[in-house]
């Protein structure tokens, strides 16, 4: 494989991570969303706890995945290219890589309704899953959201 095709690929990794963080993100919504149903808020109070518990101890590595590989990959594209500048990409580069950074700057506000899903004794946890859910879609839709469009035009502009 040639230099050449090496640096193409390098190229395409932050899209192809933040792509899956996004979707990840959305499957996230779309599975915890069911246990607001009214039909199912006694069975999802007594079920989300334990299962917060394993959700986020299977989740919380992918996501650290995700957002390692974009922030690895956008930095050594903008340490290595040396072209970055002329082309006028690297600041796309940076604010990728600033955003999904920044997916963690959502975790002090993310604890707290977390924590209180999985202790919850008084069986409110549907209600805390809302607090979960509102900042989720806020998170989803600012930092990682963002980097997926910045590392998109980060990319389409340095290919073409």
């Given at each position: 494989?040639?230099?050449?095709?090496v640096?193409?690929l390098l190229?395409?990794?932050p899209?192809?991570?933040?792509t899956?963080?996004?979707?990840?993100a959305?499957?996230?919504?779309?599975q915890?969303?069911?246990?607001?149903?009214?039909?199912?808020?006694?069975?999802?109070?007594?079920?989300?706890?334990?299962?917060?518990?394993?959700f986020?101890?299977?989740g919380?590595?992918?996501?650290?995945?995700?957002?390692a590989?974009?922030?690895?990959?956008?930095?050594v594209?903008?340490?290595?290219?040396?072209?970055?500048?002329?082309?006028g990409?690297?600041p796309?580069?940076?604010?990728?890589?600033s955003?999904?950074?920044?997916?963690?700057?959502?975790?002090?506000?993310?604890?707290?309704?977390?924590?209180?899903?999985?202790?919850d004794?008084?069986?409110?946890s549907?209600?805390?899953?809302?607090?979960?859910?509102?900042?989720?879609?806020?998170?989803?839709?600012?930092?990682?959201?963002?980097?997926?469009?910045?590392c998109i035009?980060?990319t389409?502009?340095?290919?073409?």
């Open positions: 494989m040639s230099s050449h095709e640096s193409i190229r395409l990794v899209v192809m991570s933040t899956s963080s996004l979707w990840y959305w499957d996230q919504y779309e915890m969303t069911l246990f607001r149903k009214a039909e199912l808020k006694t069975l999802s109070n007594q079920l989300l706890p334990r299962y917060f518990t394993s986020f101890a299977r919380a590595p992918r996501v650290l995945g995700l957002l590989a974009t922030t690895v990959s956008c930095g594209i903008i340490r290595s290219s040396h072209d970055l500048p002329a082309n990409v690297q796309w580069y940076i604010a990728g890589l955003l999904a950074i920044a997916h963690l700057a959502w975790v002090p506000f993310i604890i707290s309704p977390v924590q209180a899903i999985e202790k004794v008084k069986g409110e549907v209600a805390h899953l809302e607090d979960w859910l509102r900042l989720h879609v806020w998170r989803s839709l600012t930092v990682d959201l963002g980097a997926w469009m910045c035009v980060a389409v502009v340095s290919l073409s």
